[in-house]
């Protein structure tokens, strides 16, 4: 009888619009490429200690890509990005109906998780191998051993896979907008799952009163109460950071700033005091000793005269621009 009532409440929710399907699908791709922006910048900024990150990053990013879409799958029956944009995964089929209350059958979660995070993880590096390949094909580097020749057919085969593989997706799309088919996406379609939105969450009986009294009275273990709500806190911070993820990857795809467009500046005008400090330092008015130019005005000094000025007053004493002394530039000349 629950098994029934179940079902009523899964197929009477409603069926969520294509503009949610492709919203969820455009986060769940954006991701991966996104966080390989952060990781390449830690690698940078850290040679030593993250420089492996980037090696691994397939790996590592297949180990956090399991964590997070087993979670999403166990506790909301949807992926990730699904549960983002309030969905859940429903059978289309009412024989293979649930029996497990609001999880999906573990066939069809384990189903679930392997087109998740498996196939897009083997396909990115199939699709790094080919990519080798190709580029040696258009530089004429395949020659005509065995090996060329089948690393030349893989490279064909491949397109021909790709292309019939998206046109299967419009397709499965195309049957879900025009109503005669059940699954939006081609994943789920071999699954034989449907997306529905996900029923209004139920108000949450901790609150964070519960949370403080359990921690001044030092019952922090009490893990009925503190688990969800830390864990509710842990989520939150991955969907919000998700967002951060699609900012990053923005900033990063916006086009370089156009200086060649900009308006040459004026060449600077010839002034008296220049022809006065010829081959003198402008502070001591004598011959440098180690001279070291300021590049903010281009004026040389002393760099004992100079770098006392600067601790000073923090300006070239020339020109009165704002100057410090870690911009010194030494000058290596026949004084
Ligand atoms: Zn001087």
Same mark, same amino acid.
């Given at each position: 009888?629950?098994?029934?009532?179940?079902?009523?409440?899964?197929?009477?929710?409603?069926?969520?619009?294509?503009?949610? =399907?492709?919203?969820?699908?455009?986060?769940?791709?954006?991701?991966?490429?996104?966080?390989?922006?952060?990781?390449?910048?830690?690698?940078?900024?850290?040679?030593?200690?993250?420089?492996?990150?980037?090696?691994?990053?397939?790996?590592?990013?297949?180990?956090?890509?399991?964590?997070?879409?087993?979670?999403?799958?166990?506790?909301?029956?949807?992926?990730?990005?699904?549960?983002?944009?309030?969905? #859940?995964?429903?059978?289309?089929?009412?024989?293979?109906?649930?029996?497990?209350?609001?999880?999906?059958?573990?066939? #069809?979660?384990?189903?679930?998780?392997?087109?998740?995070?498996?196939?897009?993880?083997?396909?990115?590096?199939?699709?790094?191998?080919?990519?080798?390949?190709?580029?040696?094909?258009?530089?004429?580097?395949?020659?005509?051993?065995? #090996?060329?020749?089948?690393?030349?057919?893989?490279?064909? #085969?491949?397109?021909?896979?790709?292309?019939?593989?998206?046109?299967?997706?419009?397709?499965?799309?195309? *049957?879900?907008?025009?109503?005669?088919?059940?699954?939006?996406?081609?994943?789920?379609?071999?699954?034989?799952?449907?997306?529905?939105?996900?029923?209004?969450?139920?108000?949450?009986?901790?609150?964070?009163?519960?949370?403080? *009294?359990?921690?001044?009275?030092?019952?922090?273990?009490?893990?009925?109460?503190?688990?969800?709500?830390?864990?509710? =806190?842990?989520?939150?911070?991955?969907?919000?950071?998700?967002?951060?993820?699609?900012?990053?990857?923005?900033?990063?795809?916006?086009?370089?700033?156009?200086?060649?467009?900009?308006?040459?500046?004026?060449?600077?005008?010839?002034?008296?005091?220049?022809?006065?400090?010829?081959? =003198?330092?402008?502070?001591?008015?004598?011959?440098?000793?180690?001279?070291?130019?300021?590049?903010?005005?281009?004026?040389?000094?002393?760099?004992?005269?100079?770098?006392?000025?600067?601790?000073?007053?923090?300006?070239?004493?020339?020109?009165?621009?704002?100057?410090?002394?870690?911009?010194? =530039?030494?000058?290596?000349?026949?004084?």
């Amino acid at each position: 009888m629950a098994v029934y009532a179940a079902h009523l409440t899964r197929t009477l929710q409603g069926t969520p619009s294509v503009f949610q =399907v492709t919203a969820q699908e455009a986060l769940g791709s954006t991701v991966k490429p996104a966080l390989r922006k952060l990781v390449e910048y830690l690698a940078a900024v850290y040679p030593n200690k993250c420089g492996w990150c980037t090696r691994w990053y397939h790996e590592l990013y297949l180990l956090l890509d399991l964590c997070l879409q087993y979670h999403y799958l166990k506790h909301y029956a949807a992926s990730f990005s699904e549960c983002f944009y309030g969905l #859940l995964r429903v059978p289309i089929s009412p024989s293979s109906e649930f029996s497990s209350g609001p999880r999906l059958p573990q066939a #069809l979660e384990r189903g679930s998780l392997a087109l998740l995070v498996l196939v897009p993880y083997l396909r990115d590096k199939l699709e790094q191998l080919i990519n080798q390949w190709r580029e040696d094909l258009e530089d004429g580097r395949l020659g005509k051993t065995k #090996l060329d020749q089948a690393r030349k057919a893989a490279v064909k #085969l491949y397109s021909i896979a790709h292309f019939v593989t998206e046109s299967t997706k419009l397709i499965v799309l195309a *049957r879900y907008l025009t109503g005669k088919g059940e699954a939006p996406t081609l994943p789920l379609h071999i699954l034989g799952l449907t997306l529905r939105d996900a029923p209004p969450e139920e108000p949450d009986e901790n609150t964070w009163a519960d949370f403080f *009294r359990n921690m001044f009275n030092g019952q922090l273990g009490n893990a009925v109460v503190t688990f969800p709500m830390v864990w509710r =806190v842990g989520s939150s911070a991955v969907e919000y950071g998700a967002f951060a993820v699609q900012l990053l990857r923005w900033w990063d795809a916006r086009a370089p700033l156009a200086l060649h467009a900009l308006p040459p500046p004026p060449p600077p005008q010839k002034e008296e005091r220049d022809a006065r400090w010829l081959n =003198v330092c402008p502070v001591c008015l004598q011959r440098w000793r180690v001279p070291t130019v300021l590049p903010v005005s281009g004026y040389v000094f002393c760099y004992t005269c100079i770098s006392r000025h600067l601790r000073g007053a923090g300006a070239c004493p020339v020109t009165r621009l704002p100057a410090a002394e870690r911009e010194l =530039v030494r000058l290596y000349l026949d004084t």
